[in-house]
Nanobody, 116 residues
Framework: VQLVESGGGSVQPGGSLRLSCVVSGLSFRHCDMSWYRQAPGKERELVAHISNLGERTDYADSVKGRFTISRDNAKNTLCLQMNSLRREDTAVYYC??????????WGQGTQVTVSS
């Protein structure tokens, strides 16, 4: 099983980034998917979640209205569109795949830095 994130980088406040996570070795369409992030010295936190067929999404209050989670089950890809980025969004972003309640898989993370 592999989850490979990409799309991170450095951006100025107010800018945008689009993260992607490509999943292989797993039945992607059966997985609930999430984006988490971890800032230095802080615990990993849930950013956004999407159900396996994409009919339900949930967001942390801190990103509502700015971030959009989406998925393409034909391409085994999860995305996170991040707009109006703030310094406090700086973190390593991870994608997570949840297959039933038992199997959890994580990507290696991608760094997002928001700084002027």
């Amino acid at each position: 099983v592999q989850l490979v994130e990409s799309g991170g980088g450095s951006v100025q406040p107010g800018g945008s980034l689009r993260l992607s996570c490509v999943v292989s070795g797993l039945s992607f369409r059966h997985c609930d998917m999430s984006w988490y992030r971890q800032a230095p010295g802080k615990e990993r936190e849930l950013v956004a979640h999407i159900s396996n067929l994409g009919e339900r999404t949930d967001y942390a209050d801190s990103v509502k209205g700015r971030f959009t989670i989406s998925r393409d089950n034909a391409k085994n890809t999860l995305c996170l569109q991040m707009n109006s980025l703030r310094r406090e969004d700086t973190a390593v972003y991870y994608c997570k795949a949840q297959l039933t309640l038992i199997y959890t898989y994580w990507g290696q993370g991608t760094q997002v830095t928001v700084s002027s």
